[in-house]
């Protein structure tokens, strides 16, 4: 018995960015799932600290504590801003829970959710089920293709596009960073149609997002970057942008349907909606050359 | 010649947070300064992802590459708020940040900067002059002594307060969390007099931040918690909370003066300013008790 | 995906002395077990460099690469200086290791392993089969009781007694590293009777390696330290101490034993075990005062 | 003050084995030194544990609390065989620590040392002091070059030669780790020339260790691996190769020479010479197809 010897944590998740030599560690007290796939590796630890912590290729996903923050934005941003959103497209988001958000919206008909890895989606809904479970809801339609592809297919088709990827790689950054990819969901959008992108953030990756909000802003007519705090994502901050063909996310803005919204948000609410828009002046001057 | 072995960082700094059993690491290339004083032990690094790193007892206090962030919200937010701040009371902030801040408003006419550690100011001055260079300005006093004694004396006397205080310890936390503390700053200050102070962040160390938010708001007629993207303080989100005895952030914020202010800032303008104190919908609930 | 991530592995097992502030790392691939008994935690991994890596407390106890190294040391010195070794107790070594050993020795009769923990010897029998496989031979007795009562109530009894324990802990060591605990062993040793126990090593643990040798070296006849190269245990090198009624390590081995052995060793031969006796200036030294 | 949560050490150096995924950790007081130089990256850092430690590349080299087991096994094993060592040549080493063991021998009269980067040497000589002090002694000659070439001039000229050389690396592993250098070395010797090098260890780098003997084992009459406790390189184990064109290690020592030896040693001595050359089974069948 070594009891004595007890202190630090001998079980250790680490999520290392070699870009800049940083990393974040954790305390591991379960290995629940680990599986090399087609495309990736997925691990499932269990995390004295943040619960339930789902990482691809060594970098965190999400996490049963703060996974709130992450879904709440990315949804529900666009969704408010759509006066009667009823057919939505999700690329990426294979934890399920951007789905489970979306579908607070008692308009929403239908959800496509497209993952390029079939892996992901069975390990969170056997792993995961406080983020999954809405993944096995009727109105939920699951396809297990390249997003790049599906999305290029429709035509005025949908009333949200919300793109729920991992990081850009090298090149243009994998193929939900391209231009083109933008343009095709443009293209799939119907003319009321909206639209979220996670892009990164300011400080550790700040090339990337403002490349991403580039491009999304050459594609559409309205683009507008947005904020929130975001524990699980070195470093602790992070951006969407909203698009859309022609509502704008402050202007076409009605406060009271959040107010009157039926169901419990933790992060969001009328307040944030508004407040995420306010940027830093810092990253104001990063996006400003091609700001609208 | 091992070059090929050379991947992973060989010098690294730790914050390791043992309460939950986490923690960050950034690569160092040269260890600066290091000096166990009667206080603590501090420790100035050089690092490549965030520049000169300055900790206390392994705890980051600031960093050249976003410490702008935490400096500027603690001192503008108030400063903003009092009509002709002259006198300002600084208490803990050794690394010079907040002065460098304050003394960006014209109508300051003397800071006084109360620190328990001399060790801190001189390795400041020496070893992080972006951070520090306002220290040596004529309206600049330094006291050396345990804040909460010092302000004690004091009625009617300053401005604005700003406390800029390392993490609470056990008990009441430390001197500088105590709500005789709080009661001692509001009798320090005059009638229009504005106070902030860091709180904390509502992730890891949500009970201490409610515990200082009560707190201060048992003791002032007006309080307010804000919060800011912080990516030096684990988990990248920080909280200060202002407090007056009649001014409200608010309602008597002009943002006219932000626009016309003469000198650079890099995080705070009047967008920011009121968006700050926009929570998060989890964040109000753990305040609400407490809301003025 | 974000496979250009991946390069430092983000699953990791520590062993950390915070005695010294040193310690070592390794990839895991997955968790295989893990539970906190009644005594300790134990884990079991699987790891890229060393296979299954089996710890108690954080501290790593065997592993599949290496493991032969401390089994064969603790085992042959012993078995190979009794001439006709029947009945052998360990104390400790549930992970069975010990027990294979002893067991190619075919004058072994009886095998009496009193290990405290019993999860221990269930998860090695689940978990590490090219170690424990032998804990089932029916010459072999299992006990689950603390090994200082157990061997108290025996005279005479045994031909070897083999010390397998964890490291010791603060005052007296643990019950396994006591004056009382050895005399105890030397009581239930019969005339011929020969010991061995591991007595940790002389870089960072040298104040305990020199006091198991003394208390050894004051109950028995004679007693001689040993070493041997192992790596699984930080920082690589591992002594044990020979003890006896009065068979001497060196004069009464007898080569030829060791070549006719019937049974494959990977790291004991008749050279090894005179060599092991031979210390490092340094270490006779520290243990000069009580050789015999 | 954040004296509550200062337990894991914040600033540690960590040497990663990136071919197996492993590594060691140690907590540092200071940075004394760092320099990227023309070869490699230098540090050397206070350490509790282990005094100065010095590094190239992230890689331990040497460190105050047991340097002495390498640099005594490196230089005593052959220069106890030259029946009157008077001119030696080392390769590498430019710490000091092996020419500190060669001029404890009365009968050299010269040691060559050549050592590729200079700065080695001066941070050695600042920063090193135990370990260089007799770098400055008139006997010594300093060279900086490339070994391999330098050695390549020389016929019948050294008495001894020893290769106290960094990690192979791809391809042959380094000018230091070919067969055309390892036959220089056999014609820079005279008839009663002998030689060691550092040949790795058998846990984790058995290839290169292997691959080194062979070579050696190719060039010279008589070729024998000796091992020996090296904490400082991970996993704890290190081997050398004595070689010689009529020197046998074994058959030619003379036991009493060191008995009489006038100079203060800590780790070797008559018996650890001799026992350093029986190996582990496991090591024996790696290297049997080569052995002399």
Redesign the interface.
């Given at each position: 018995?070594?009891?004595?010897?007890?202190?630090?944590?001998?079980?250790?998740?680490?999520?290392?960015?070699?870009?800049?030599?940083?990393?974040?560690?954790?305390?591991?007290?379960?290995?629940i799932y680990?599986e090399q796939t087609e495309?990736?590796?997925i691990?499932i630890?269990e995390t004295?600290?943040?619960g339930k912590l789902f990482?691809?290729?060594?970098?965190i996903m999400t996490r049963d504590?703060?996974e709130?923050?992450y879904h709440e934005m990315i949804s529900h941003v666009p969704l408010f801003i759509h006066p009667n959103p009823k057919k939505v497209l999700i690329i990426g988001g294979g934890d399920g829970g951007t789905v489970r958000e979306v579908l607070k919206h008692d308009s929403v008909e239908k959800v496509v959710l497209c993952e390029l890895d079939k892996k992901v989606i069975e390990a969170a809904l056997k792993y995961l089920p406080n983020i999954s479970y809405e993944l096995k809801n009727p109105k939920v339609e699951l396809v297990y293709e390249d997003g790049s592809k599906f999305v290029s297919q429709f035509k005025d088709e949908f009333d949200v596009i919300l793109i729920d990827s991992?990081?850009p790689?090298?090149g243009e950054g994998?193929l939900l960073f391209t231009e083109k990819f933008y343009q095709n969901c443009f293209e799939a959008l119907n003319e009321n149609g909206v639209f979220s992108a996670q892009t990164e953030e300011p400080?550790?990756k700040k090339e990337w997002m403002v490349r991403a909000y580039r491009r999304i802003s050459n594609t559409f007519n309205i683009a507008r970057l947005y904020?929130g705090?975001?524990?699980q994502y070195?470093?602790?901050?992070w951006t969407w942008t909203f698009a859309s063909k022609n509502l704008d996310p402050i202007k076409d803005f009605d406060p009271e349907k959040v107010k009157e919204f039926n169901k419990e948000?933790?992060?969001?609410?009328e307040?944030?909606h508004?407040?995420?828009f306010?940027?830093?002046?810092?990253v104001k001057k990063l996006i400003s050359e091609f700001s609208k």
């Open positions: 018995m070594a009891e004595n010897n007890y202190t630090f944590p001998h079980t250790i998740f680490t999520e290392y960015d070699k870009a800049h030599n940083v990393g974040v560690f954790t305390e591991t007290t379960n290995h680990t495309y990736q590796r691990d630890y004295p600290a943040f990482s691809l290729d060594g970098v504590s703060d709130f923050v991992t990081d790689t090298e994998g400080f550790l904020m705090y975001v524990p070195m470093p602790g901050t948000l933790k992060y969001y609410d307040e944030v508004v407040a995420s306010s940027l830093p002046v810092f």
